[in-house]
């Protein structure tokens, strides 16, 4: 979480759009040993600073309107 936190605040800061595309093996032990603990960093994290989670229509519906 480190590593990713300074890239995150400025996304927050500029109202950016982050994307996180995470692969079903990446919750598997074998291929990413904490790999569901980082997910639930990111997305808490994510969470806690008030960012949407949206689908990549929802995020094209949204840009069309604002």
Known sequence: MPAV????NEIIRFHGV???LWHNENF???ALPQGVQIFRDLTRYCSR????FLTA?????HASIS
């Open 49 to 52: 600073a008030g960012t949407a």
């Open 5 to 8: 936190t300074p890239l995150l």
């Open 28 to 30: 598997t032990p074998y």
């Open 18 to 20: 982050f994307t996180l």
């Open 57 to 61: 229509s929802e995020a094209v519906a």
